[in-house]
């Protein structure tokens, strides 16, 4: 499937909050994870964390929630030592927050963006701690317009994880996840890049009440793709891909794609 990448023109208003999930164990990472939490294990020599809060903070985001688990502590103490860097150079400030996600070791992060519930109440954005991502995305999102969001790319071997259907309008139809790329039925999925602009709408609407239905449901392994899934029948305010294939990106999972990662990134300005 050809996707067309939509450019940046005008200044349509991007969210000032984000939701980061970094609760995670990170156990397909080890040995680098025995010491540090996923997030903050480097890439090009920068941690994926600190390259995130850089493009939030750069995209006009004023407000980063991080739900924390597997050594919180560092986490926190990282966010906060840089985001007080980021305060110090333009004078707009980046308020940076936590939110605990005790269960991390035994659940999933569709479990630790329920425990940061009471901040899915206005626009923002939603990123996963382990994707290393360029500056451009986040405008790429913001330049698309009015309502909900998610970053896709070509879903190509040997790439795996979760992924989108697309109607002839980039209208997103389902996520899929657990697939790997080249087998039976995967010719017209796209990648999801983990990296979503959600609105209020969207927020309260559908993904909340989707995320309480699997709470209660006891579906403490579901990835929040899943559960956006299940969003999607909620209501009809809906959710669109664009495409950022033209933007470098990696979702750093094990050792094979923190070097890959590592080589993708190490020209990137």
């Known amino acids: 499937m050809t996707l067309t990448a939509i450019p940046i023109n005008g200044t349509p208003r991007g969210p000032g909050r984000a939701v980061i999930l970094a609760a995670g164990l ?3 990472l080890r040995p ?8 903050l294990v480097p890439v090009a ?20 929630v991080i739900v924390t ?10 966010a906060l030592a840089h985001g007080r860097r980021l305060d110090n150079g333009n004078g707009q400030t980046l308020d940076i927050r936590f939110v605990d996600a005790p269960d991390y070791s035994a659940s999933n992060n569709s479990v630790s ?17 382990d994707v290393m991502f360029d500056r451009h995305l986040l405008p790429r999102l913001i330049s698309a317009g009015p309502g909900s969001v998610t970053a896709v790319a070509p879903f190509l071997p040997p ?18 996840t657990r697939m790997r790329a080249g087998e039976p039925g995967t010719g017209r999925l796209l990648k999801t890049i983990n990296i979503h602009l959600l609105r209020q709408d969207f927020l309260q609407q559908q993904l909340v009440p989707a995320l309480a239905a699997s709470v209660a449901g006891g579906h403490v392994t579901a990835y929040v793709e899943e559960v956006m899934d299940q969003a999607l029948t909620r209501g009809m305010a809906g959710l669109r891909a664009v495409s950022c294939q033209d933007l470098p990106w990696f979702e750093v999972d094990d050792a094979g794609d923190l070097e890959t990662a590592n080589q993708l990134f190490r020209n990137v300005a």
Not at 114 to 128: C, N, V
Request: proline share 4%; glycine share 10%; net charge positive.
């Open 159 to 176: 790439m795996s994880g979760s992924t989108v259907a697309i109607d002839h309008a980039s209208r997103v139809l389902s996520f899929r």
């Open 113 to 129: 963006l329920w425990q940061a519930r009471a901040h899915l109440d206005r626009d923002l954005f939603l990123i996963e701690g």
């Open 32 to 39: 680098y994870t025995d010491s540090i939490p996923k997030p």
């Open 26 to 28: 990170g156990s397909r």
């Open 69 to 78: 688990g597997y050594r919180g502590e560092q986490v926190r103490a990282a």
């Open 45 to 64: 020599g920068r941690p994926m964390l600190i390259n995130a809060l850089d493009c939030l903070h750069a995209a006009g985001v004023r407000e980063v």
